[in-house]
């Protein structure tokens, strides 16, 4: 899994007039992921006022997140990326109990 912070400034933001293709675009990406890209949007969240979307994703390949994250989203957001595990599956790792 992979937890994807995605930040625009409010010039790019896409709940603009000017940029209504591209928000429409994000929620039919977010809406096919699974079928077309081999990944599945766990869960997704935007905080409005800072311009920041925060998705969960799990994807069996790094490939299949980067389709995700194409054009032209990395055109207006910058990116963290970050793998992700549950605790408990980091507990087991560890072989806590």
Same mark, same amino acid.
């Given at each position: 899994? @992979?937890?994807?912070?995605? %930040? ?15 928000? &429409? ?5 977010? !809406? ?7 990944? !599945?949007?766990? &869960?997704? /969240? ?5 311009? %920041? @979307?925060?998705? #969960?994703?799990?994807?069996? !390949? @790094?490939?299949?997140? !980067? &389709? =995700? #994250? ?16 549950? /605790? ?5 790792? =560890?072989?806590?109990?």
């Amino acid at each position: 899994m @992979f937890h994807v912070q995605l %930040t625009h400034s409010p010039e790019n933001c896409w709940a603009r007039d000017e940029h209504e293709g591209k928000a &429409s675009e994000l929620i039919t990406r977010l !809406t096919d992921a699974p079928e077309s890209l081999g990944v !599945t949007v766990q &869960s997704s /969240f935007v905080a409005p006022n800072e311009h %920041t @979307f925060y998705l #969960l994703i799990e994807s069996d !390949t @790094f490939e299949g997140l !980067t &389709s =995700l #994250l194409g054009p032209p989203l990395l055109h207006d957001h910058t990116a963290d990326v970050v793998p992700v595990t549950t /605790f408990s599956e980091a507990l087991d790792t =560890l072989e806590v109990e």
